[in-house]
């Protein structure tokens, strides 16, 4: 196993007492962004190391690691960048943003561009629908992209340049932005932004304010109850539920419960129709003689 610099050690101990020693494997998620803060990617030599660590075997820290796309199993570059090409930004031109930058680039999906600087992903959503077409680097979004824009900030990006995003801080490496999602502070000037939702977002609550619709009994300032004060409240809700109910008539009640236990037969026992193998074969051979 490669060493470890004695910081990403003294991290891991951080992150590790942040949870309850009985609970020590819920540092994994951060563990692992952590060891990609230091390689560019969670190396075999990373997976030992949170395993050994935690106390967990390797099988069960790979398991995690291939689990979530955010966690790269080989070398990836400075900056990752993804497209969304899922329904709404496609719709709106993702798959051109995306098909123009493999053509510039010349790397396809989850490769890397030779002098290392940049990694291409297509992205199957990437939650912001109301600012599409949008592509990230590193995570943070640049907005209404065209395959123009988009081309100028990778151009910027291998020219050393480090673009504006349309929201948030100003652009990071994979993996200064790795050490920010293991829990630590960015200590780069300009690392933290303030920022607002902008208007798309907003759109749905401007038009409810238009047209009067709200939520009936909705009070924003009522509080939010803690579980013990929930799981009380739904218990007291059951009781009286349970004692404004009839009592059951003495007389005849086992025979009526048992007709209606005959008359509504649990799902299960019901043979689902696809397992009618003669009307599967039926169907399959009409479909055939009207080819």
């Given at each position: 196993m490669s060493v470890f610099s004695e910081e990403t050690r003294a991290r891991a101990r951080e992150i590790i007492?942040?949870?309850?020693?009985?609970?020590?494997?819920?540092?994994?998620?951060?563990?692992?962004?952590?060891?990609?803060?230091?390689?560019?990617y969670v190396s075999p030599a990373g997976?030992?190391?949170?395993?050994?660590?935690?106390?967990?075997?390797?099988?069960?820290?790979?398991?995690?690691?291939?689990?979530?796309?955010?966690?790269?199993?080989?070398?990836?570059?400075?900056?990752?960048?993804?497209?969304?090409?899922?329904?709404?930004c496609n719709v709106l031109g993702g798959q051109e943003v995306y098909d123009t930058l493999a053509e510039h680039l010349g790397v396809g999906h989850d490769e890397t561009t030779e002098d290392g600087k940049i990694t291409l992903e297509h992205a199957e959503c990437l939650a912001a629908c109301d600012y599409g077409p949008v592509m990230t680097v590193n995570y943070d979004f640049f907005d209404n992209v065209d395959a123009d824009t988009a081309l100028g900030v990778v151009k910027e990006l291998r020219a050393g340049g480090r673009p504006m995003p349309t929201r948030g801080a100003r652009l990071c490496t994979l993996k200064e932005m790795a050490v920010?999602?293991?829990?630590?502070?960015?200590?780069?000037?300009?690392?933290?932004?303030?920022?607002?939702?902008?208007?798309p977002s907003l759109r749905g609550l401007r038009l409810a304010e238009q047209h009067g619709i709200a939520v009936p009994g909705f009070d924003p300032n009522t509080p939010i109850r803690s579980k013990a004060e929930a799981d009380k409240a739904a218990a007291e809700a059951k009781a009286k539920a349970e004692a404004a109910k009839p009592a059951p008539a003495q007389t005849g009640a086992p025979q009526a419960e048992a007709a209606g236990a005959a008359a509504n037969p649990p799902a299960a026992d019901r043979k689902p129709a696809g397992d009618n193998a003669g009307a599967q074969q039926r169907n399959l051979k009409e479909a055939e003689a009207q080819k």
């Open positions: 007492a942040r949870y309850p020693a009985d609970r020590s494997r819920s540092a994994l998620l951060p563990l692992l962004h952590l060891v990609q803060s230091e390689e560019g997976v030992e190391f949170c395993a050994e660590v935690l106390g967990l075997n390797k099988a069960q820290v790979g398991a995690v690691a291939t689990f979530y796309t955010m966690y790269k199993r080989k070398p990836t570059g400075d900056y990752l960048v993804s497209v969304c090409t899922n329904t709404m920010q999602l293991a829990g630590f502070a960015d200590e780069r000037e300009g690392a933290v932004a303030d920022g607002g939702p902008g208007e």
